[in-house]
Nanobody
């Protein structure tokens, strides 16, 4: 069982930045998992924000493309980061991190961290 824990959420003014962290207990097999950030706002469907593969290749969803950067800890400890800039009130949501097996046979989710952007 992989444990996934997010941190770094909070309240920020529009135009501000936040850096979210996610640690998955995949070490020392972190290379077997892609890591992804999703978000879910009240009354809306969960949507992909960013995914970073074990290779380091990153992919971004349309909702925040150009304003977010996903990265992996260089020690391959199973920690990933989501740097969010130029935040908007519509970015308010619970941000969830997932560790997804590269074989597609399992996914592990964290509890999420709340991000609130005030206007």
């Amino acid at each position: 069982q992989v444990q996934v824990v997010e941190s770094g959420g909070g309240l920020v003014q529009a135009g501000g930045s936040l850096r979210l962290s996610c640690t998955a207990s995949t070490f020392p097999r972190a290379v077997l998992y892609n890591m992804a950030w999703y978000r879910q706002a009240p009354g809306k469907e969960r949507e992909l924000v960013a995914r970073i593969h074990s290779s380091g290749n990153a992919y971004y969803g349309d909702s925040m493309k150009g304003r977010v950067t996903v990265s992996r800890d260089k020690t391959k400890s199973g920690t990933v980061y989501l740097q969010m800039n130029s935040l908007k009130p519509e970015d308010t949501a619970v941000y969830l991190c997932a560790a997804q097996s590269i074989y597609g046979d399992s996914s592990y989710w964290g509890q999420g961290t709340q991000v609130t952007v005030s206007s």
